[in-house]
């Protein structure tokens, strides 16, 4: 059980289009998602917070109009990367929680963003 | 704001021996959660353990065991016989109580030598 997908796995664009990223939780329902972005041999880095029926809460200095997040319901969030630069290629995971006290977030296998 | 600092970026071990990995954590909170991942080159992030903070007992899990010591904001992770398999990225994380985000250390590689 728990088991949290991403599609796609592996996405290549043009520097100016849109890329949309989902986001599936498929066993249970998902309260709250998180999106997370990791360069390179680094940490995964918070982007926001998206609750279902709400407002993603961005972090500092991430932009909320390059990166639209919308989690319609309790099973999907999706994240849009609009007009994509090269700056903007990543890894980009997210992961979801029941919001149970036990606290385990549950993550996705991630995309990798390539901007060319 | 909660931290988490691990001070190995690289750690390597003999197959079948053992290794620790050092993780500490700054927190105001009472109530929260550690976690240690595990992140293979496939780069799907993989629950190792965790540990709740009002329990007391250090958790264990198989061959990897932790070493919680709440007063000093301690949180090591023991492998105990590794194997070729446990070379990955270790990434050790902090949550507070609610929906809130995990909070990540810088990681460390770990590389098992055969």
């Known amino acids: 059980g728990a088991v949290v997908s991403q599609h796609p796995s592996w996405v290549i664009c043009k520097s100016g289009t849109s890329v949309k990223i989902e986001c599936r939780s498929l066993?249970?329902?998902?309260?709250?998602m998180f999106w997370y972005r990791q360069f390179p041999k680094q940490s995964l880095m918070l982007m926001a917070t998206?609750?279902?029926?709400?407002?993603?809460?961005?972090e500092q200095g991430v932009e909320k109009d390059k990166f639209l997040i919308n989690h319609a319901s309790l099973t999907l969030s999706t994240l849009t990367v609009t007009s994509a630069h090269p700056e903007d290629s990543s890894f980009y995971i997210c992961s979801a929680t029941t919001g149970t006290s036990y606290n385990e977030q549950f993550f996705g296998p991630g995309t990798r963003l390539t901007v060319l | 704001a909660q931290t988490v600092t691990q001070s190995q970026p690289e750690m390597s071990v003999q197959e079948a021996e053992t290794v620790t990995l050092s993780c500490t954590y700054d927190?105001?909170?009472?109530?929260?959660?550690l976690f240690w991942y595990k992140q293979p080159p496939s780069r799907q992030m993989i629950l190792v353990i965790r540990?709740?903070?009002?329990?007391?007992q250090n958790a264990t899990e198989n061959r990897f065991s932790v070493n919680f010591q709440k007063a000093a904001k301690s949180f090591s992770l023991k492998i105990s016989d590794s194997q070729l398999g446990d070379a990955a990225m270790y990434f050790c994380a902090y949550r507070g109580s609610g929906n809130t985000p995990l909070v990540f250390g810088k990681g460390t590689r770990l590389s098992v030598i055969a």
């Open positions: 927190t105001s909170e009472s109530d929260y959660y």
């Open positions: 998206s609750n279902e029926g709400s407002k993603a809460t961005y």
């Open positions: 540990q709740e903070a009002y329990k007391q």
């Open positions: 066993d249970f329902q998902a309260t709250t």
